[in-house]
């Protein structure tokens, strides 16, 4: 009895490490990005990973050394409300796969004048909105996404007064389904455990 115990704790841990080691081999960031490498602009639209939708509007991409260098410390970054009093969608190039994510980004309040503004947050069919305070810090959100689509990642800023939220760092690291040679141990480990308790009996 005390056999099976440990059999089946054994079996468990080896598990535990297979799933472990199937998650770090699977768990990948598919999209990074901090802004740091865009050349600073009103109106801003030459990003290396993203494109500000056609017929949205506009962003602006500020920061370091001194252009609206609102959140010093954190090089450069999207004001999502351009300078054309039309906030744009911001949205990747890239499209991503149906599934699950970790999203993480962050966001800070305008720091200037003006109303709170709104910020929805899509991938395929994941919709999720945030109000940001003028005076919000910039901080991170970390989401967890499921979306049954392909889809872009975009951030759009509601409202049009050419004062947006702050984004910068986004990361989307998409989330291994469960593991099928995990699963397999299991029941092979399953099936020993049973077929000890059968020449025990
Ligand atoms: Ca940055
Ligand atoms: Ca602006
Ligand atoms: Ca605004």
Do not use: H
Request: net charge negative; proline share 3%.
């Amino acid at each position: 009895m005390v056999k099976m115990i440990r059999l089946a704790v054994l079996g468990c841990a080896a598990i535990a490490g297979l799933a472990a080691s199937q998650n770090s081999a699977q768990a990948a960031v598919v999209f990074s990005d901090t802004f740091d490498g865009e050349t600073l602009g009103l109106n801003y639209n030459s990003f290396a990973n993203w494109d500000v939708v056609a017929n949205t509007g506009t962003v602006d991409l500020i920061g370091a050394p001194n252009f609206f260098n609102l959140y010093p410390g954190n090089g450069r970054y999207v004001d999502l409300d351009g300078s054309t009093n039309n906030a744009g969608v911001l949205a990747t190039k890239a499209s991503f796969a149906a599934g699950s994510y970790v999203l993480s980004f962050e966001l800070g309040g305008n720091r200037r004048i003006g109303s709170a503004d709104g910020v929805t947050v899509k991938l395929g069919d994941f919709t999720q909105s945030f109000t940001l305070n003028p005076l919000d810090p910039l901080s991170l959100i970390v989401l967890n996404v499921t979306t049954s689509i392909a889809g872009k990642l975009s951030f759009e800023n509601t409202g049009g007064d050419n004062v947006g939220a702050i984004l910068d760092d986004v990361t989307l690291t998409a989330v291994p389904e469960p593991s099928t040679l995990a699963l397999a141990s299991m029941g092979l480990v399953i099936g020993m455990v049973a077929r000890r308790r059968r020449n025990q009996a």
